[in-house]
């Protein structure tokens, strides 16, 4: 029941990801000011919520960065954009908070980092909004790649940030 969920979700954010087109300018060279005014390609945001949705599952590993070996959360997080986006991430969530623009937590978007405190200090911790409030991360050792609630006690008294950061067209 819980993967015909994300399946659905994955399915949805793919359909509305077809309604828009993309611009022809690349996002990544505009100056910041514009970067907040301008939507990233929705068909691009679409491919890195299905790269996450195919994690799901995978086991958590420190320093991980793929299926084959397991992910820790900064790992997940830049495999997803490297096999969406064809783009390299930093392998550590301090340096990814740093990267894109800042969002509010009314203002996430699918494909969004979510940034969390969980080891008492600031971004710490990384996830990637899928949207109707969940994000998928991978937690910690002993667990795999899920999805979660923004909602839940436990990560909402934890959130430190959120970033967009726009694919390269």
Same mark, same amino acid.
């Given at each position: 029941?819980?993967?015909?969920?994300?399946?659905?979700?994955?399915?949805?954010?793919?359909?509305?990801?077809?309604a828009g087109a993309p611009s022809?300018?690349?996002?990544?060279?505009?100056? $910041?000011?514009?970067?907040? &005014?301008? *939507?990233?390609?929705?068909?691009?945001? #679409? +491919?890195?919520?299905?790269?996450?949705? /195919?994690?799901?599952?995978?086991?958590?590993?420190?320093?991980?960065?793929?299926?084959?070996?397991?992910?820790?959360?900064?790992?997940?997080?830049?495999?997803?954009?490297? $096999?969406?986006?064809?783009? &390299?991430? *930093?392998?550590?969530?301090?340096?990814? #908070? +740093?990267?894109?623009?800042?969002?509010? /937590?009314?203002?996430?978007?699918?494909?969004?980092?979510?940034?969390?405190?969980?080891?008492?200090?600031?971004?710490?911790?990384?996830?990637?909004?899928?949207?109707?409030?969940?994000?998928?991360?991978?937690?910690?050792?002993?667990?795999?790649?899920?999805?979660?609630?923004?909602?839940?006690?436990?990560?909402?008294?934890?959130?430190?940030?959120?970033?967009?950061?726009?694919?390269?067209?």
């Amino acid at each position: 029941m819980r993967h015909n969920i994300l399946y659905s979700m994955a399915f949805s954010a793919l359909l509305a990801g077809c309604a828009g087109a993309p611009s022809k300018a690349p996002l990544a060279r505009q100056p $910041e000011s514009m970067q907040r &005014q301008a *939507p990233a390609a929705h068909a691009q945001r #679409s +491919e890195a919520l299905l790269q996450a949705l /195919l994690t799901l599952g995978v086991e958590y590993r420190n320093g991980g960065t793929a299926p084959n070996q397991g992910f820790d959360c900064s790992g997940l997080v830049a495999h997803i954009f490297r $096999e969406a986006y064809g783009i &390299q991430l *930093p392998r550590n969530t301090l340096a990814q #908070s +740093e990267l894109g623009v800042p969002v509010s /937590l009314a203002e996430l978007e699918p494909g969004d980092l979510v940034f969390y405190n969980t080891l008492d200090r600031p971004f710490s911790h990384v996830g990637i909004y899928l949207g109707d409030s969940r994000f998928v991360h991978a937690p910690k050792t002993g667990s795999s790649v899920r999805v979660e609630s923004l909602r839940t006690a436990y990560w909402s008294n934890r959130f430190d940030g959120a970033r967009r950061i726009y694919p390269p067209i």
